[in-house]
């Protein structure tokens, strides 16, 4: 795990390439604390923070020359390596035990499709001595961004390494738009005008003659209805279960997050199976509010499988301490607030183990959000009334989901908003109208200057793509959306609140060999009855304990913000707030913000979105001209 960075110029030489491959690694040196170096010639140089993992000698450090003179800078881990450098070894004579030069041997010999050898979590960069060639990782686990201008292109880990070059520090205006409706982007754009992110599953090429981006894998759901339930249970537990194995592989002790859920316990359980020792484990709660502490379900899991259970008890003051830092680590606002407990319980990891593992993944593969519970039962009743609840593979049937309805206690807002305005409406506007985070933004921005209708767009070229989902299941249709527009923001969260503390988060649910079996199993296997998560929980029911496993509180992290809001940080999260109404900013109407919040002081997606974008504007907007500098 590490940070890279880079220039490549198509014509002509790199001005004062030195310093700004210095620059770049400086403000990407919290992603790899054990070492730092450079690459270049005149027309290219590469850069590398070093996260030692896999082969800890020197020979492995970055940028890594091969035996073809290639140079490669990589970001992740290759978990089959191993496998591939026996293959390889007839091909190219290896000097390091390191996946990074396995990479290298494997480029050199298959070119482009080295990518579909590659199983785990990446994103790298070769010059192979006539072109740069990039590459990210199938989901999307590691990342990478770019600007390019007329002649050059520079690329790094994090967005924040390519401010000193881009022509203005300004917000992207399509993207914000996509921000206010998911709290995310979901195209390539980010919220920096002028950058890019290289989209999950792409890699692309680069030289004199130009720039080019291909797909390289995707995931199709080509469902398999002839086989029986056992033949899906038997086949997820090999996978899932050789993932693990896989994502154990480190020359360094490997740990553990245990939220209290169902994936991480599950993560934890199979991984001790096969660890060498007592698994270390980590959990955050929040026991001033115990309505907020999911504590003696983390003690289930480590109780199961006699690990060592590391807590942190998160108090108001870490969120006044640390919020600023945790929005210069995110590089621009993504998801909710999970975000802060995430960067605290990231930073005690930091203090036992290198390398930690989580259950990210398993809500958008196996349906663990209660909006699909929501969304199916209106289609029950639709499909009751209409007589059509027994035709062709239909998910659930009336009689079904009515038992396994009290998922959805405690969800009477979402339900009151829901069908608020209507029902029955088609699949795609149903679905959206549960994912859109913009309802209830009003004259809190001004609209006039966004495009309304951009985002909605983005939704339905992604919802209704039937190359990848065919149209008979509401499930695979939602669950796919979730896996590459919304899974994508959870990811980067973990991948930066890992990060900024040194510490490399592995996601062993995201293995694309799990991945494409799972797009094969029906829908009505995977969410028998409305039954979220169905076959991941009977095909592990004896590795998962009974408490966590017959939970009906699915929590999430909740965060006490309110609470916080209304007490200790009340003046803090005010300031912050009117600092960005004296700035004026643009598409914000922070009079309307601080206006609403004074008559409904209540700490929402909403408010955390807004000052999540407050805290990112001074961060970098206005930090704008010290960013400039680093390069003069």
Not at 156 to 162: F, Q, R
Not at 178 to 201: C, D, G, V
Not at 302 to 313: A, S, V
Not at 393 to 420: A, C
């Amino acid at each position: 795990m590490c940070g890279i960075a880079g220039i490549y110029s198509r014509r002509g030489s790199v001005d004062g390439i030195d310093n700004k491959l210095a620059v770049m690694n400086q403000l990407i040196a919290h992603r790899g604390p054990d070492g730092t170096g450079t690459w270049h010639d005149q027309r290219i140089g590469l850069a590398h923070q070093r996260l030692s993992i896999i082969d800890l000698s020197h020979q492995a450090d970055q940028p890594m020359v091969g035996e073809n003179n290639s140079v490669i800078v990589f970001n992740g881990e290759i978990y089959n390596y191993r496998e591939l450098r026996e293959q390889l070894s007839s091909y190219w004579t290896f000097k390091t035990h390191s996946d990074t030069e396995v990479i290298l041997a494997a480029y050199a010999h298959y070119g482009a499709d080295c990518l579909s050898k590659l199983r785990g979590m990446f994103a790298f960069a070769i010059w192979d001595g006539e072109k740069l060639f990039a590459a990210r990782d199938r989901f999307g686990i590691k990342p990478f961004y770019y600007y390019i201008n007329d002649n050059e292109i520079f690329f790094a880990s994090e967005a924040k390494a390519l401010l000193p070059f881009v022509p203005e520090i300004a917000t992207d205006n399509s993207t914000f738009s996509e921000y206010i409706t998911f709290q995310h982007s979901i195209s390539e754009h980010t919220l920096f005008k002028h950058i890019k992110q290289l989209m999950p599953a792409h890699y692309f090429t680069m030289d004199s003659r130009g720039f080019n981006i291909r797909r390289y894998w995707d995931v199709h759901y080509d469902i398999d209805h002839e086989r029986s339930v056992s033949y899906f249970q038997h086949q997820l537990q090999e996978k899932l279960e050789s993932s693990i194995k896989y994502h154990l592989v480190s020359d360094v002790p490997v740990g553990c997050y245990v939220s209290g859920g169902v994936d991480s316990s599950l993560v934890s359980a199979l991984a001790a199976e096969h660890a060498q020792e007592p698994l270390d484990l980590f959990h955050g709660r929040f026991t001033e509010f115990p309505g907020y502490d999911e504590s003696p379900y983390a003690h289930a899991a480590n109780d199961n499988i006699k690990g060592r259970l590391h807590i942190l008890d998160i108090q108001p003051e870490d969120f006044s301490n640390h919020i600023k830092d945790i929005i210069y680590a995110l590089d621009y606002p993504v998801a909710g607030p999970g975000a802060f407990p995430q960067y605290m319980i990231s930073q005690m990891v930091g203090q036992h183990v290198k390398v930690v593992m989580g259950g990210q993944g398993g809500d958008e593969i196996f349906g663990g959000y209660v909006r699909y519970v929501l969304a199916y039962f209106e289609q029950c009743i639709k499909a009751a009334i209409n007589g059509t609840q027994h035709n062709g593979h239909f998910v659930v049937t009336p009689e079904s989901i009515i038992p396994n309805l009290r998922v959805l206690q405690g969800y009477e807002p979402m339900m009151d908003w829901f069908w608020k305005d209507g029902l029955f409406g088609e699949l795609d506007e149903r679905y959206f109208r549960l994912i859109n985070r913009s309802v209830d933004v009003k004259d809190e921005i001004f609209w006039e200057q966004l495009d309304r209708e951009h985002a909605r767009n983005q939704f339905n070229t992604v919802f209704n793509n039937a190359r990848n989902v065919k149209k008979e299941s509401y499930f695979d249709s939602m669950t796919h959306f979730d896996f590459k527009c919304l899974l994508p923001a959870l990811l980067h969260v973990e991948d930066r609140m890992s990060m900024a503390h040194g510490v490399e988060a592995r996601v062993p649910m995201l293995d694309h060999s799990l991945i494409e079996f799972a797009a094969t199993i029906p829908a009505d296997i995977k969410f028998s009855g409305g039954r979220m998560k169905h076959i991941l929980k009977e095909t592990f029911s004896k590795q998962i304990p009974q408490s966590i496993l017959k939970r009906e509180d699915k929590m999430g992290f909740p965060v006490p913000l309110t609470e916080w809001l209304n007490g200790s940080l009340h003046d803090f999260i005010f300031d912050i707030f009117n600092t960005g109404r004296d700035k004026q900013r643009d598409y914000i109407n922070y009079a309307s913000v601080l206006k609403n919040l004074e008559g409904n002081p209540r700490f929402t997606r909403k408010l955390w979105g807004f000052l999540s974008l407050e805290l990112w504007q001074q961060q970098f907007h206005d930090q704008a001209s010290q960013y400039r500098t680093l390069v003069q």
